[in-house]
């Protein structure tokens, strides 16, 4: 499968092409074709339509934007590889953003994923479109929607009761009442709905797809499936081209000029326009204070052996800034104001910032802002295990700053050393 307009595709046609007239009628035909599909099959002599399938797939709705960030990578990166196979012509169908449990506004509408990344630097590394796209391909606008083939992943129960994992996976019945429409859409239905018990990587998903005719295929409770590989160049591709709306980046980058004395250009954590241009130099300097990632709520309530207390974190935070010798902190948190307000009283000798938006944001769009501000200081502290504090150490480990200053870690009674996952080109 290649794209018509492929440079390439086109000279090695031509040149198996006898006649001149012949290669005229295959240019003009494959130019048609462009303008109708953008993409066509180059089969022997002849370019022919391509015929789209789909692959959706949702998450367990109390599960929070980084971890979606993390199920996404799994998805990407199953169609990435689907590429190079005769399943090439699958796009991934990027679910809307909607009704998270931890964003307090409680966004009632569907947020598309341009929003919060940039569309354009995802796609270069996965055929991925947002649902409106894929309303509009499939010419829909208002009428009901189904989905040919629902697929709700499950775990093998047992697997966790023997801590025995091997990869399988069977149709099974259903652990749990499945539901029968999806995203919130209402218009978005399925009349084939299986549940599939399933342990292994993403991509053993491709299974599925050979064994099957539907042009539209979901899987729900994505996170079931795992990574491929945790940590190599495919995840590290995946993960880069995760650039953030660039809107919410100059954002970001006026808040830092403003208040913190940081700019790419001074903090050595410039990066190429495009993300496969990247070549993983370790120059960057970062911004003169220090970041905090601080997470509470409901993770401070699940794990107090990891979260500290407040008074804690200030004796923390400041045993940190006099060892760096710095004035300034930003802290990320979703803390309560009443919690944050403390926070800073504590902190009262130093100069404490966050970011609070002078203009309506989506929750959404302020925690993205947050994480880019972090990723940007001289020496970050996050949360242990903490998927918010993990996007920030990947997004440091993008811009190449020393290790020691990107995975560390707020305690709490415990204390073990964080994970170090360095980046992989
Ligand atoms: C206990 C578990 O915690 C896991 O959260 P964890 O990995 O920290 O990280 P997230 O999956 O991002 O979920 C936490 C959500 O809380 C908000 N949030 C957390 N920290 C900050 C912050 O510093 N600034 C701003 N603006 N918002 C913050 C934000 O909406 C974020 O997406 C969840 O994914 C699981 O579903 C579960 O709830």
Redesign the pocket.
Known sequence: MQSCGSITVYVVTISNMQSELFKYVLFTLCFKTILMNDVCEMNTNRCEPVKYRYVFYDINP???????RDVYMRFAIFVHKLKQTNLSNFKLVLPPWIR????NKQESVQIPWSHFFDLNSLKQFAPVIEMYDFFNEINVKYSKIKIDQVYILQHYKEMFDTGKFEDKMQIEKCATKPKTNFYFYNNITSDSIKCLSFHGQASHLKKVLEESNAQTILFDHAEVALHDHFGNDIYWKARRSMRFNKELKKLAADFRQKYLNSSDQADGTMLPEDWQKETGKRAAKGGPYLSV???????AL??PNDVPSIHEAASQITKLLQQLSLRIVFI???STIQEYTKLEGLLSTYKVYR?LPVEPLT??A??V???II?SHAQFFVG?H???????IQEEREIMGFPEHTTFNRLCGNRCEKPSVWKIVY
Not at 385 to 391: G, P, Q, W
């Open positions: 109390p599960e929070g934007f980084n971890l979606r998270l449990y931890h964003w990632h601080l997470r509470r709520r409901d993770f699940g794990r990320a948190t979703d970011f929750d959404g302020v925690a802002i947050d994480q972090c949360t295990e903490s998927t918010f504090t993990f996007r």
